[in-house]
Nanobody
Framework: QVQLVESGGGLVQAGGSLRLSCAASGRTFSSYAMGWFRRAPGKERAFVATISWNGGSTYYADSVKGRFTISRDNAKNIVYLQMNSLKPEDTAVYYC??????????????????WGQGTQVTVSS
């Protein structure tokens, strides 16, 4: 089992920044690739970003590329999502998720075995 707890959400004005954190406990953190997803009001959950087990590879949704950065600290069992130049359309509940490192797919939620409870991000215009 892996337990994931997100933090760092909040209310920010358009153009501002937030950094989300996801703390992991349980099985070896470095055995898992990590991802961030979000669910906006009235919309389905959507992929945001993912990072490989060692941080060597990252992928982003087109909507956040160039504005968001995913990173991880395996010594602290934490994955981060730095969000810059935030837009109102980034408003959503953000979830971190873990998938086994050898599982190659990363775009859909069914590729991930463990999920956090989510943290709300609200961007005002």
């Amino acid at each position: 089992q892996v337990q994931l707890v997100e933090s760092g959400g909040g209310l920010v004005q358009a153009g501002g920044s937030l950094r989300l954190s996801c703390a992991a406990s349980g099985r070896t953190f470095s055995s898992y690739a990590m991802g961030w997803f979000r669910r906006a009001p009235g919309k389905e959950r959507a992929f945001v970003a993912t990072i490989s087990w060692n941080g060597g590879s990252t992928y982003y949704a087109d909507s956040v590329k160039g504005r968001f950065t995913i990173s991880r600290d395996n010594a602290k069992n934490i994955v981060y999502l730095q969000m810059n130049s935030l837009k109102p359309e980034d408003t959503a509940v953000y979830y971190c998720a873990a998938r086994p490192a050898r599982r190659l797919g990363y775009l859909t939620g069914d590729q991930y075995d463990y999920w956090g409870q989510g943290t709300q991000v609200t961007v005002s215009s």
